[in-house]
C-alpha cells in the first residue's frame, strides 16, 4: 500500500511540475513577443511622428524595456530551475539565488526614489545584502568542496 501511495505522489509531483513548465514557457512566449511588439510599435511611431535623425529611445520607454528583458530573464531562470528539478528532484541554490538578484535588481530599476518610503529603501538594501552575501559563501563553499575533493585525489 505505502508503495502505491508514493508511487502515485511521484507521479502526481511529476505530472504538476510538467503543468507548471509548460505554463512558464507560454507565458515566456507571449511576454517575448509581447516586448518585442512593444520595441517594434514604438519604433514605427518614432519613425512616423520625427524625423529618422532623432530615432531615440526616451527615458520611460527604455525603462519598460529593461524591466521587460528582466522579466524574461526571470522567466527563464525559472524554467531552468523547474527542469533541473524534473531531472534531479532538487532544487539547485544558485540558480533560486539568481532568480532572485534578478527580481531585486527589477525590483530597484522600478523603484522611484524620490517617492518611496525610507524603510522600503532600507529593506531593499537589506535584501539586495542578504542575496549578495549568501552568493558569496554558496560560491566559496563551491571552491571548499573543490579543493576537498582535490586534496582526496593526491592522497589516493
Do not use: C
Not at 529611445?57 to 527563464?76: A, D, Q, Y
Not at 539568481?98 to 524620490?114: K, T
Amino acid at each position: 500500500m505505502k508503495d502505491r501511495i508514493l508511487g502515485f505522489n511521484q507521479k502526481f509531483e511529476h505530472a504538476i511540475v510538467t503543468v507548471l513548465l509548460a505554463a512558464l514557457m507560454v507565458v515566456v512566449t507571449i511576454g517575448t513577443v509581447g516586448l518585442l511588439v512593444m520595441i517594434v510599435a514604438s519604433l514605427v511611431e518614432k519613425a512616423q511622428t520625427m524625423d529618422t535623425s532623432d530615432m531615440k529611445f526616451t527615458m520611460p520607454l527604455l525603462h519598460e524595456v529593461f524591466t521587460g528583458f528582466l522579466m524574461i530573464l526571470i522567466g527563464l531562470e525559472l524554467i531552468k530551475t523547474i527542469v533541473m528539478y524534473l531531472d534531479d528532484h532538487l532544487v539547485h541554490v544558485e540558480v533560486v539565488l539568481s532568480v532572485a538578484m534578478i527580481a531585486i535588481a527589477r525590483h530597484v530599476i522600478d523603484m522611484d526614489l524620490n517617492t518611496a518610503a525610507p524603510l522600503s529603501l532600507i529593506g531593499t538594501g537589506v535584501i539586495i545584502l542578504a542575496l549578495a552575501v549568501g552568493n558569496y559563501y554558496f560560491k566559496k563553499a563551491g571552491t571548499w568542496e573543490q579543493h576537498m575533493e582535490k586534496q582526496g585525489e593526491k592522497q589516493i
